[in-house]
Nanobody
Framework: QVQLVESGGGLVQAGGSLRLSCAAS????????MGWFRQAPGKEREFVGR????????DYSDFAKGRFTISRDNAKNTVYLQMNSLRPEDTAVYYC?????????????????WGQGTLVTVSS
């Protein structure tokens, strides 16, 4: 089992940047593929991106491509989400998630472990 804690959220102006971090407990972090999701008020949780166990494979939702970058440091048990050119519509609670499964890993139910989320607010 792994426990996840996100940090780095906050208030930023449109066009600005934020880097979210997700720290994982335990000594088996490298056995988990990691994902980032977000949930805006009144909307369903949606996939942002994911990174494979070694970091060699990354996938992003269309809205994240070219603006967001996922990375991980297995030595620090941490995964990151660098967000640039932020827009008001990026306002949401951002969650990291971990999974031991393989496959698409773009759906909420692909992930067994979730952090508590960190709020990102982008002002216009």
């Amino acid at each position: 089992q792994v426990q996840l804690v996100e940090s780095g959220g906050g208030l930023v102006q449109a066009g600005g940047s934020l880097r979210l971090s997700c720290a994982a407990s335990g000594r088996t972090f490298e056995t988990y593929a990691m994902g980032w999701f977000r949930q805006a008020p009144g909307k369903e949780r949606e996939f942002v991106g994911r990174i494979s166990r070694t970091g060699a494979i990354k996938d992003y939702s269309d809205f994240a491509k070219g603006r967001f970058t996922i990375s991980r440091d297995n030595a620090k048990n941490t995964v990151y989400l660098q967000m640039n050119s932020l827009r008001p519509e990026d306002t949401a609670v951002y969650y990291c998630a971990a999974t031991t499964t393989t496959g698409r890993m773009t759906r909420v139910h692909d992930y067994a472990y979730w952090g508590q989320g960190t709020l990102v607010t982008v002002s216009s």
